[in-house]
């Protein structure tokens, strides 16, 4: 017998138990980089310009692993796939 992580059921005795990988977490990276621009200007050549560009990006981390019920891990499967 188990409890199920995700909706907190608790499971009939024998009842077969399923992992999955469900929780990922957001996470998010600081990014820092140089670009160099060039600028044509008519008549007055070419201006190079060099910016930082600092940059939030976000990821995915995976978090834990989940025993659940067999609903929660068809919903949560599917879920997962789209
Ligand atoms: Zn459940």
Not at 50 to 79: F, H, M, P, Q
Request: glycine share 6%; charged share 35%; proline share 4%.
């Amino acid at each position: 017998m188990y409890k199920c992580e995700f909706c907190g059921k608790l499971s009939k005795p024998g009842e077969k138990s399923y992992t999955i990988i469900a929780k990922k977490r957001p996470k998010v990276y600081h990014v820092v980089y140089t670009k160099l621009i060039i600028k044509r200007r008519p008549g007055k050549g070419k201006r190079k310009k060099k910016i930082r560009i600092s940059k939030l990006t976000k990821g995915w981390e995976i978090a834990k692993e989940l025993k659940v019920c067999l609903d929660c891990y068809n919903r949560l499967k599917n879920v997962a796939q789209s």
